[in-house]
């Protein structure tokens, strides 16, 4: 059973569509991607999903319940996680305090008359960055942000991960051992949702990809179907087999071609003397 589905979503803003009766799930224990060219509307998906945005059709259906009216704390409450693609950390706190906070928030007052300062020391160890740990947030790397954005998550312990761009920033090796860390927690029954760039790391570990063209998803299936579709390729990729065959055809047939050899040979000639 999918613990995200996005049923016939429509967003409009005056007279342009951003979202185009778009449909995709997200499952338990799986890390699905959502990748399109800018502005194909995945962003905006992201708001409707997590409630910053109120669609003007369709449905948002999370952990079997319908949450398309539910204001963002309620979802946050059952179980969702959001990083932003723009990065929103508090700046004059310490790294390890931006999680504090959100250990703090997610645990009510609870949290605030016992706070456990093992766990947010776990967490950071946990997704890498806790050498940082007492450094302001606003002086650490991009990627090291990232991180931390994705930690301050975790600490509300979410059923369901949407991560917008989340290795923006990172290097290479970072980005390897951040794929892993998705793998980690995905088998660790999560949902994960991601919207990212990086085509390497889409393609690695995400077990499902929908692709939005122009705010409607044009395909959905395993990342060696989604790499082979043509029409993702022509719409994100840039390029397509089919076409490519078609020029190389082309190219063939004009070497060929006695008129296309003659009007070539005086260029060559020329270029000689």
Sequence with gaps: MSLLEVDDVVVQFGGVTAVNHASFAAHAGRITGLIGPNGAGKT???N??????RPTRGKVRFDGRGVTRLPVHRRSKRGMGRTFQRLEAFGSLSVRENVRVAFDIHRGPIGW???SSADVDALLE????ASYAGERADSIPTGTARLLELARCLAGQPKLLLLDEPSSG???????????????LAAEGRAIL???HDMDLVMGVCDDIHVL???SVIASGPPSLIR???????AYLGYSDVEDAADSADSADSADDPATVTQVLPVVHEEVR
């Design 228 to 234: 082979s579709d043509p029409a993702v390729q022509q």
């Design 44 to 46: 905006t998906c992201f």
């Design 194 to 196: 991601m919207v990212e």
């Design 213 to 215: 063209d122009f705010g």
């Design 113 to 115: 008359i016992r706070p």
């Design 126 to 129: 946990r997704v890498g960055i």
């Design 170 to 184: 990172l290097d290479e090796t970072e980005t390897d051992a951040f794929g892993e860390l998705l793998q980690e």
């Design 48 to 53: 409707v999903i997590s409630g910053l945005q």
